[in-house]
């Protein structure tokens, strides 16, 4: 049985009882909101189940993988190392140089993380060697990737032959989704509808007999703040949302991408309540969401800035950005920026969501040993313990920023050096 026809049937399997421990949530609820379609777990083989949708902590997302002009396996591999221990909850292999199913086996190897693909991408590749696209090396490869293992799959399936010939012209960035603008690239090329969305029914089996989840993708993101949302990002939502219903009746989990790319600050909190109200609430996934353009080099923050905006209106899935964005192949060390922006931004969005429940523990003992100028604990409190400590070695009493005239020191001769909080 797949996750969701277990939360279906009530059939209470250990993969609940461990999300139900983890994000200290009573297992019935987690039963009745996964049956409802409105949390996924994602999971491998002897892997940690992980719960994304409401009443579940934000997760992210890291993308890695090779491109056709740096294909380095052993960097990829280190990426899968520090995005893990620096607290990513998924990762997205999205190889395009080199051997893909090597690369991706690997990965499967040293990650004990749930792995996403999307398998258009090996398509378009294997396609320039052996001549053309068709719908069997499509599922060939779908297939191929589920068998090794993947536990998610990004599939955009949004939008018709009719929205593409409709959008010429309409938008100062066209398409920037990379598997959305490959699958209409061969649409478009070929006069075929969308092989995803005419073959829906074959692609649920496959998903259901694998137990993977469908990551229904967002083809249809703005590039830039001035295409806005438009009535394309919209249909795609729409289609989108009537299509993870028929995927959740054959028992086949959904997460829905939506309002991802380059989106106007003003536009957020809109969308995001409407993304709920047409998805019945469905899982939502966003990358980024970058609200400003103007920002090369420095898209995490951006990204962040967006993220902690959608993480408190509704998005319950972020995908980290790097500051690579838009100029080249992500380094390791841009992997752990990007990935540390990302949580610092959903951690905010949590604060939102949630008050200041369990999750914000590590904010309360970190300000008390602040105030106590305890420095060794209160950089172990912190999202990266190291990095401080060069800033401030721990072994040091005074703060150079206001030196001998620090307010900490004064408010605890103030306050009898008592911490303002129990803890
Ligand atoms: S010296 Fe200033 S910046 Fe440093 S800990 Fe004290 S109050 Fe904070």
Request: net charge positive.
């Amino acid at each position: 049985m797949t996750v969701l026809e277990d939360a279906l049937n009530q059939n209470l399997t250990n993969d609940f009882r461990e999300v139900a421990n983890e994000e200290k949530v009573d297992v019935n609820k987690i039963l009745k909101t996964v049956s409802k379609g409105q949390a996924v777990i994602v999971k491998r083989t002897n892997s940690k189940p992980v719960a994304i949708g409401f009443p579940f902590r934000t997760k992210i997302n890291v993308n890695i993988g090779t491109s056709t002009s740096i294909a380095n396996v052993e960097t990829e591999l280190e990426k899968v190392k520090i995005a893990e221990k620096f607290g990513a909850d998924t990762i997205s292999d999205l190889s395009m140089g080199g051997n893909i199913d090597k690369i991706r086996k690997k990965i499967l190897d040293i990650s004990t993380l749930p792995i996403t693909t999307v398998p258009i991408y090996q398509t378009v590749v294997t396609a320039n060697s052996t001549g053309s696209i068709t719908d069997d090396l499509i599922f060939t490869i779908i297939e191929n990737h589920l068998k090794d293992g993947i536990s998610s799959l990004v599939i955009h399936c949004g939008f018709t032959l009719e929205d593409l010939n409709k959008m010429k012209g309409k938008r100062i960035m066209g398409m920037v989704s990379k598997g959305g603008s490959y699958t209409a690239a061969y649409m478009i090329k070929n006069e075929v509808e969308n092989p995803f969305l005419k073959n829906f029914d074959y692609l649920l089996e496959m998903l259901n007999k694998y137990n993977a989840v469908l990551n229904l993708g967002n083809a249809m993101r703005s590039g830039c703040i001035h295409d806005k949302i438009d009535e394309f990002q919209l249909n795609e939502l729409k289609l989108n949302s009537k299509l993870a219903k028929k995927a959740n009746n054959k028992g086949v989990q959904v997460i829905i991408e939506s309002l991802g790319g380059h989106t106007l600050a003003k536009d957020l909190i809109k969308y995001l309540k409407l993304c709920r109200r047409i998805t019945n609430r469905r899982p939502l996934f966003v990358s980024g969401p970058i609200p400003t353009d103007f920002a090369p080099g420095y898209d995490h923050i951006a990204a962040a800035i967006g993220g902690a905006f959608a993480s408190s209106f509704g998005a319950d899935y972020l995908c980290a950005i790097t500051p690579a964005e838009h100029l080249c192949l992500p380094s390791v060390d841009d992997i752990k920026k990007g990935l540390i922006t990302c949580r610092i931004a959903a951690h905010v969005g949590d604060s939102f969501k949630f008050g200041l429940n369990y999750l914000f523990n590590n904010d309360l003992h970190l300000s008390n040993y602040r105030f106590q100028k305890n420095w060794q604990r209160q950089f172990e409190y912190s999202i990266d313990p190291v990095k401080p400590q060069k800033k401030h070695p721990i072994n040091e009493d005074i703060c150079s920023m206001c030196g001998k005239y620090c307010a900490l020191s004064i408010s605890r001769k103030l306050f009898n050096n008592k911490p303002s909080k129990k803890f």
